[in-house]
């Protein structure tokens, strides 16, 4: 009986293994499979571009062909040596070679290797997928220095680490300095209940200590769930180099975080932002004063920073610092409008002259121009930007939440301070402003309750009690918005908001004589040089003083008093007033398309 020939493919299949190209193929796989592998971990220790681990896998791919080819042209010869492959006619007629040991050894290895790869890095383990997210948080540098005044300059130097840090893409969070500064000092909770509170995987601990101009500083990675110190490194040199150690430091923590660089990311990290250490020194003192928020500290922030940029006029971040703390000297030192917008524009516009890939810069500039000068158009532009320089950036995303608040965008507003209080989230003020943006979106009775949460934390002076009582005052529960804003009135006896919507839900709950009081009390802190405008027309015009009410409301809008915004999403200021011709001409110059 005549036996049947194997079918093509069967012939094929014998062909490739007679040749010995399936085990060319398992080994080439092995060996390509472990060079994938160590691209991946020690790129980003080499600071390769992130384009490399694609680049070795084509070329992979490319050899792979290459290395078919040869397997089936070419064998190893028993005895040793290459030797061309007989064709498969010549090959039935000799004696069948014995195959190379060597051949059997590489199949066996190489299948133990793919096999024990697979295990280790391949199959997912879901019980650390948390640990695996790239979230951070810089806690306050300690600071040794043998200057008392510079003591606080470790605060300083943690954000400037931070700032570095947000130049990297591939982290998933940076938490806000603003939010880390609390853990300063040795009374600080543990590190897993540090990383719980804000949410972060990664704790990063350091110490700065300058010896005339020798420094030395010491980082360290901590997995805060486990407490594990995963990595640790002195950085020392003169101060002189200490943007390359700035730079060393950002780089090293993403290569031991296992973060490719961008070629782009690696510039912005070793870019210099100025090449004078006495300007940068003024810099960092500025940056120091401007984080307590005093009138009298941050007038000397800005002595600082303008020392800095006298030394260096191309010092952008200086500039930066200056628009800043103008700034808030209105919100923290009652600066009215003009004195402290105009210097302040004059200074950002400067930065972003120099550098106009500075987010911070874009930030201030863009709540310029929504605070002062009411242009939503620009303003959104402006902050749009600041996001998309630095999508870690919480400031951003809380000034972008007010804006949308004030064109009527609530749900999209709620989301954006959503966001901004991951970033920042011991931040007071995205804490209590989140219940500002529950409420718009409707959910009046949670953001009540979320409020309430925070009155009973009692962890700042910033007391939700104000919040509450204008949720209440809006909705027309004036004696809860009287109790409420009354325990804030206590606290804060200077300023107009307060003493407006108290007097505002007084006057609605038929306790006028109580809504004069508050009046006579505004007049009172505008003999203190304090500006009061805005309040005095709201309060003026609930005793029905329509031509008081609309002459203070005319002063505030000359004064560019940031809170005539409001007359649109705030309905119970001016309710009794808002059909009079005088309001509506001055709300039309506020906004004008609505």
């Known amino acids: ?56 896998l084509i070329l992979l791919i490319v050899g792979f062909i290459i290395a078919i080819i040869l397997g089936w042209v070419y064998d190893i010869h028993p005895e040793g040596g290459i030797v061309k492959t007989d064709p498969s006619e010549k090959a ?17 290895i190489s299948f133990a290797v793919i ?178 928020h005093s009138e ?87 902050l749009k930007n600041a996001i998309l320089l630095n999508p870690n950036l919480s400031q951003a995303y809380s000034a972008y939440a007010e804006l949308l608040i004030l064109t009527g965008q609530y749900e999209e507003s709620h989301q954006c301070q959503i966001q901004a209080l991951k970033l920042d989230p011991n931040s007071i003020s995205n804490q209590y402003y989140l219940g500002y943006t529950l409420y718009n979106t409707g959910q009046t009775d949670s953001a009540i309750n979320y409020l309430r949460t925070l009155v009973n934390a009692e962890t700042t002076s910033l007391d939700p009690s104000y919040l509450l009582g204008y949720i209440y005052l809006e909705n027309g529960d004036y004696l809860n918005a009287i109790h409420e804003l009354e325990k804030y009135v206590k606290k804060d006896s200077v300023s107009q908001h307060y003493r407006m919507y108290l007097g505002i839900a007084y006057a609605k709950a038929g306790m006028k004589d109580q809504t004069r009081k508050h009046l006579e009390a505004l007049k009172a802190l505008e003999k203190e040089s304090r500006t009061v405008s805005f309040g005095k027309a709201a309060l003026h015009a609930e005793l029905g003083e329509i031509d008081s009410a609309i002459y203070w409301l005319q002063r505030s809008y000359d004064e560019r008093y940031q809170h005539l915004l409001y007359l649109r999403p705030v309905k119970a200021m001016f309710s009794t007033i808002r059909s009079d011709p005088g309001f509506i001409e001055i709300y039309k110059k506020v906004w004008p398309d609505k």
């Open 115 to 292: 096999i024990g790869l697979i295990v280790l890095n391949i199959i997912p383990r879901t019980d650390k997928t948390k640990i695996l997210e790239k979230s951070i948080a810089v806690l306050p540098f300690s600071y040794f220095n043998a200057n008392p005044d510079a003591e606080d300059i470790g605060d300083a130097f943690t954000s400037e680490i931070i700032t570095q840090l947000y130049k990297v893409r591939g982290f998933d969070r940076i938490i806000s300095y603003t939010s880390t500064l609390r853990y300063k000092g040795p009374a600080k909770p543990s590190l897993p209940v540090i990383g719980e509170e804000l949410g972060a995987s990664y704790i990063i601990e350091g110490s700065l200590e300058r010896q005339n101009e020798k420094v030395s500083i010491h980082v360290q990675i901590i997995q805060a769930a486990s407490d594990d110190h995963i990595w640790a490194e002195e950085f020392s040199g003169n101060w002189e180099d200490i943007f390359l150690i700035r730079a060393s430091i950002a780089k090293q923590i993403a290569a031991e975080l296992k973060t490719m660089l961008s070629k782009g990311e690696q510039e912005q990290i070793e870019e210099e932002p100025t090449d004078n250490l006495d300007a940068y020194d003024f810099y960092l003192l500025g940056n120091q004063y401007r984080m307590s």
């Open 92 to 108: 039935r007629t000799a004696e069948t070679p014995k195959t190379s040991n060597g051949w059997k050894i590489a199949s066996y």
């Open 296 to 382: 009298e500290n941050l007038i000397k922030a800005i002595h600082f920073y303008e020392t800095a940029a006298e030394i260096d006029p191309d010092f952008a971040l200086a500039y930066v610092g200056i628009g800043e703390s103008y700034m808030n000297l209105f919100w923290h030192g009652n600066w009215i409008p003009v004195d402290a917008y105009e210097p302040a524009r004059l200074a950002l516009l400067k930065a972003l002259e120099i550098n106009d890939q500075l987010a911070e810069g874009h930030l201030s500039l863009g709540r310029l121009y929504l605070e002062y000068d009411w242009d939503i158009k620009a303003a959104e532009e402006e």
């Open 1 to 56: 009986m005549k036996m049947r020939r194997p079918n093509k493919l069967v012939r094929f299949w014998q062909e490739l293994k007679r040749r010995n190209v399936v085990r060319v193929i398992t080994v080439y796989a092995a060996a390509a499979f472990v060079i994938l592998e160590l691209v991946d971990i020690v790129a980003p220790s080499l600071g390769l571009p992130l384009w490399t681990l694609n680049l070795v």
